[in-house]
C-alpha cells in the first residue's frame, strides 16, 4: 500500500496535474437512501465547527451526509468545497442532491428540489428552507456531491 501511494504521489509530482475529484469518492447512494441519511440528521441545533451527530454548521451538515453517503472528502468549509466539487449544469442545479452555495460561499446546503434545499441555519439548525425571496438572491453557485447521480 505504501509503494502505490508513493508510486501515486510521484506520478502527481511528475506530471503536474491534479488527481481527479471523483478519486475522493465512494460508492452512490440510490436516492431514496441519500433523503433518508438527510432526513436522519435533520432537528439537529446549529453549533459553528460541528460537523454531527448532535449538532452541525452549514459544511459540517454537507459533509457527514457525504460521508454517510460514502463519499471520503476531507471536511472543509463551504469555500473549499465549492472549490473541490465537480461543477454542475444548469439542467443539473435543480436536481437532488445537488450542493448549492450562498452568501460568496459562506453557506451550503443540498438541494432538495428546484424550489427547497436542505441546510444548517444559525436560529434553526437543520432543516428545509425554500428558495424564497431571501435565499434565492444569495445563490452564489452549484456543485454536485461526487458519487451521486440524480435520477430526475
Not at 71 to 94: C, G, H, N
Not at 98 to 112: D, Q, R
Request: some cysteine; hydrophobic content about 40%; aromatic content about 14%.
Amino acid at each position: 500500500m505504501t509503494t502505490f501511494l508513493l508510486l501515486f504521489a510521484c506520478l502527481f509530482v511528475t506530471t503536474g496535474e491534479e488527481p481527479p475529484a471523483a478519486a475522493a469518492t465512494g460508492p452512490a447512494a440510490p436516492e431514496p437512501q441519500l433523503k433518508t441519511i438527510i432526513q436522519r440528521h435533520l432537528g439537529r441545533p446549529y453549533v459553528w465547527g460541528a460537523s454531527g451527530l448532535k449538532s452541525f454548521d452549514c459544511s459540517g451538515f454537507v459533509w457527514r451526509v457525504m460521508t454517510d453517503n460514502g463519499v471520503l472528502i476531507k471536511r472543509t468549509t463551504a469555500k473549499k468545497f465549492y472549490m473541490s466539487l465537480p461543477k454542475v449544469s444548469e439542467a443539473e442545479r435543480s436536481q437532488f442532491g445537488t450542493v448549492v452555495f450562498f452568501s460568496n460561499l459562506k453557506h451550503c446546503g443540498i438541494v432538495n428540489d428546484r424550489f427547497t434545499f436542505y441546510h444548517s441555519q444559525t436560529s434553526k439548525g437543520t432543516n428545509l428552507s425554500s428558495f424564497d425571496s431571501f435565499w434565492k438572491p444569495k445563490v452564489y453557485g452549484y456543485r454536485a456531491m461526487p458519487g451521486h447521480a440524480s435520477k430526475n
